[in-house]
């Protein structure tokens, strides 16, 4: 019995090895260009096992140019080397990740930011982004705990960071909304059902 198990073992062994390998330079380059042509969202998973999710810039050679996400208030513009990366996924135009549900309500935008505006978070749990309301919500209630135990000269020199990170949220927040609307246009176009996912045109 245990040499069968071994056997086995040795036979899914390259099976296994061929998973773990890195996507292959032609087809990577491929798809960092079709990236490029449609401007559409891509995420990478680099050699450390990080994913980014980024928009391809331009290429040349064995370098590519991409702007970069990394939650959601640090956006920069890096290159990698091909080698530097083992696989791509297309996200899509709206920057809308594919291991969502394919179904997804509508939005009020004006509602979103509204919220947004009068409590830090808040517009990202109503766009259903938990994590970034979470982060937002803390790094208010850092600043303001931090200008409280200061007083208020101390105080004065946290405004400038507070109505950054106001300002950046709420364009990001704004950027999201509209994507998860242009994706809910789509499904209704497309005939898609709340939950089901199924089709209702014939």
Known sequence: MKVLIAAGALLLLPLALRAAEPMDADTLRAGLQRLHHQGWWGELELEGGETREVQVEGLAGDTVAVRELRGPLLEHHTSYTLAQIRSLRELGAQRIPLRRAAYTPAKSSSLGL???????????????QPRQGLILLGLAGAVVGTGLATGRSGAAGWVPLAAWIKVASLVNLHAELRGINTLAAENRQAGLAPGLELRWTF
């Open 114 to 128: 509204g919220l947004e505006l009068l409590v830090p978070g808040a517009g990202y749990f109503y766009a259903d």
